[in-house]
């Protein structure tokens, strides 16, 4: 934890100098359903002082208000594009084909990929696009710190938040000679030629993990790219409770650390309750020397890369100490995400079924050893 908190950068505590020229910027947003918080988002976006700026909204067969939503929204402001999604294409998930539909219509130098519940501090994209073309970088991706509104569920954001870093390697995207790469749902910000110059999302259209895999995508076209952490400067409500993040993880957490395999499964499960629960092995069987000192060496472990990750992110220290408990949690979610995907054949989202058979051939990202992520 220590290895991965130390190289990453934090946006906030970067400078970069201001632009003589500012590129265009198309911001494209798929939405389905989003009619609670579309707007609030989109204000946050409107309010920013890019001078050159369009926003694509893009509506995703939403059966809610979405849809007058965003109609109201474009009425309100020129630089808004509202867009109208009736039918998915064969062979295609939803939300890649919505954002296939944005990105054909961007006219910006620059294009970010961001959801329809982030919202930004003003000066955000300048520093943002400023920090890309000071870093001669093709896609900058930033990962914000979503709110909880519980002590345990902060526990398991911020272990799933170790996890996500840890398994996609991004500590080491954009380093020379690192094949590591890394994207995010809340801030993909990728240079329009540099896109250009890869297969475009038609190579992503059965990807659920489209953010990690335009990541992906972008890394095998050998374009750059480059990752921060936010701590202020975007921020979002991820899930609104436990619950809720365990039903919104069910359509991708199978596939993206099991590669949907049960057995790939039970042995990731195996492997992460040994570690979660070496510490209280070694308090129950403190005689045995080999499980007291690994249950130690565990404790140890958690404990500085908790302390470490408090003073470098300013983060709350027992969230990370109690990492354990959040392990144990995430695996129950992996668990629940693979059985139901068994069960269906398949996973449900945004109204839709895809079964697993055309999931597993449209995969683009295999998790290798403990669930580190490894190019298609």
């Keep these: 934890m220590v290895h991965i908190a130390r190289y990453i950068r934090i946006f906030e505590e970067e400078a970069p100098p201001e632009l003589k020229r500012w590129p265009?910027?198309?911001?494209?947003?798929?939405?389905?359903?989003?009619?609670?918080?579309?707007?609030?988002?989109?204000?946050?976006?409107?309010?920013?002082?890019?001078?050159?700026?369009?926003?694509?909204?893009?509506?995703?067969?939403s059966t809610d208000g979405t849809g007058a939503i965003i109609d109201g929204i474009a009425e309100e402001d020129s630089r808004v594009k509202g867009l109208h999604i009736e039918e998915l294409p064969e062979g295609w998930i939803g939300k890649v084909n919505a954002l296939n539909t944005g990105t054909k219509i961007a006219g910006g130098e620059w294009m970010l990929f961001t959801d329809a519940d982030i919202h930004f501090r003003q000066g955000t994209l300048r520093k943002a696009v400023s920090l890309a073309e000071a870093d001669k970088t093709d896609h900058f991706a930033l990962l914000p710190k979503p709110t909880a509104n519980s002590f345990w569920f902060d526990v398991v954001i911020h272990t799933f938040g170790a996890i996500f870093l840890y398994g996609t390697g991004a500590v080491d995207a954009g380093r020379p000679g690192s094949k590591a790469f890394i994207g995010t749902g809340a801030f993909n910000l990728v240079r329009r030629t540099a896109f250009d110059n890869t297969e475009g999302f038609s190579w992503l259209k059965m990807e659920p993990v489209d953010d990690v895999g335009l990541g992906l995508m972008l890394s095998i076209s050998g374009?750059?790219?480059?990752?921060?952490?936010?701590?202020?400067?975007?921020?979002?409500?991820?899930?609104?409770?436990?619950?809720?993040?365990?039903?919104?993880?069910?359509?991708?957490?199978?596939?993206?650390?099991?590669?949907?395999?049960?057995?790939r499964m039970a042995i990731i499960v195996a492997f992460?309750?040994?570690?979660?629960?070496?510490?209280?092995?070694?308090?129950?069987?403190?005689?045995?020397?080999?499980?007291?000192?690994?249950?130690?060496?565990?404790?140890?472990?958690?404990?500085?890369?908790?302390?470490?990750?408090?003073?470098?992110?300013?983060?709350?220290?027992?969230?990370?100490?109690?990492?354990?408990?959040?392990?144990?949690?995430?695996?129950?979610?992996?668990?629940?995400?693979?059985?139901?995907?068994?069960?269906?054949?398949?996973?449900d989202w945004r109204g839709e079924r895809y079964k697993t058979e055309d999931l597993l051939a449209g995969q683009r990202l295999k998790a290798g050893t403990f669930g580190i992520k490894k190019p298609y």
Aim: glycine content about 6%; hydrophobic content about 55%; charged content about 15%.
């Design 24 to 61: 265009k910027l198309s911001i494209i947003i798929p939405a389905c359903n989003e009619a609670g918080t579309i707007k609030p988002a989109v204000n946050t976006l409107l309010e920013q002082d890019y001078p050159d700026l369009e926003i694509l909204l893009i509506d995703d067969r």
């Design 223 to 263: 374009a750059k790219s480059s990752f921060a952490i936010t701590t202020r400067d975007i921020s979002l409500v991820w899930y609104p409770s436990i619950k809720a993040m365990f039903k919104g993880v069910e359509k991708n957490f199978f596939g993206a650390v099991a590669n949907y395999s049960l057995i």
């Design 272 to 347: 992460i309750w040994a570690f979660a629960l070496a510490p209280f092995a070694a308090l129950m069987f403190f005689n045995v020397l080999p499980v007291f000192m690994l249950g130690i060496i565990t404790y140890v472990f958690m404990a500085s890369g908790a302390f470490f990750v408090k003073e470098k992110f300013g983060q709350k220290f027992f969230p990370l100490f109690l990492a354990q408990f959040g392990l144990l949690i995430v695996s129950i979610m992996l668990l629940r995400s693979g059985i139901i995907c068994k069960l269906k054949g398949g996973i």
